[in-house]
């Protein structure tokens, strides 16, 4: 099942997203249908998610952290967390202005996800439970930044540097899902979920012994090597299997 966002008009609503691209509108994400139903082309597609916190594990692929020019004699023992704010959420198919302060700017494609259902001290056995659906991100980084924050704040946080979508999708299975980044159309990431450090259940476990995960809050899982810079023009496609494509345009510098 296919969740979407939208906006239509002045009027901001969820729905299932149906064959023949009808929309059958729910009270909230993933709520009963209200009898209303909308063809799809009269959405605007917003971020499946309206999230109080979104929680990245970085550097969660061997080859990204070789890519970045750092240690690997020995792997990660634990997932590295970092935050972005509601600030940081953007739209599908929306423009993204290259940020005057950096002159490194990279995407970062990744699978995300949407929590469902509060989710505090989960276990293996229940963490995909909380999980409303999967979706696409572009974990946009000032890289030049990276090494000057103390908490990565400008460098991954700032506002517009979390583009999400097109849709939530149920029922996946996380575990071995192609994650691919086009650039211009060129392909520069390809890799599977399968080669993460930690996987996604081990990713919620962990994060939820510490931060009580709300409703809608959003979870990027990382990305796999080929990061690479954007220019003022370029076109960004994440495409995640069993899901679809999450694209921006960067924009010119602002």
């Given at each position: 099942m296919r969740l979407v966002r939208g906006r239509n008009g002045e009027k901001v609503v969820w729905g299932q997203l149906e064959e023949g691209d009808t929309v059958e509108v729910t009270a909230g994400?993933?709520?009963?249908p209200t009898g209303?139903?909308?063809p799809l082309s009269a959405l605007t597609l917003l971020a499946p998610a309206e999230p109080s916190k979104i929680v990245c594990v970085g550097?969660?692929?061997l080859d990204h952290i070789r890519e970045l020019g750092n240690d690997t004699a020995g792997l990660p023992t634990e997932p590295g967390l970092f935050?972005?704010?509601?600030n940081a959420l953007e739209h599908p198919e929306a423009t993204v202005a290259y940020p005057a302060w950096?002159?490194?700017f990279h995407y970062e494609g990744e699978l995300a996800l949407v929590i469902g259902t509060r989710a505090s001290h989960l276990t293996p056995e229940n963490a995909l439970s909380h999980v409303a659906g999967y979706t696409?991100?572009?974990d946009l980084t000032a890289?030049?930044?990276q090494k000057g924050d103390l908490q990565w704040f400008r460098a991954k946080a700032a506002d517009h540097f979390c583009p999400l979508g097109p849709w939530l999708v149920t029922g996946l299975n996380p575990a071995d899902l192609r994650v691919q980044t086009r650039l211009n159309g060129e392909t520069v990431q390809d890799s599977r979920t399968s080669h993460m450090i930690f996987p996604v259940i081990d990713v919620l476990v962990y994060i939820s012994r510490y931060v009580t995960l709300e409703v809608g809050d959003v979870v990027l899982t990382g990305t796999p090597e080929g990061v690479g810079a954007v220019q003022p023009g370029d076109t960004v496609e994440v495409e995640v299997e069993g899901v679809g494509v999450l694209r921006t345009e960067i924009g010119a510098t602002g």
């Open positions: 994400m993933g709520g009963e209303e139903t909308l550097r969660n692929y935050l972005k704010g509601p950096t002159e490194n696409c991100a572009n890289r030049d930044k």
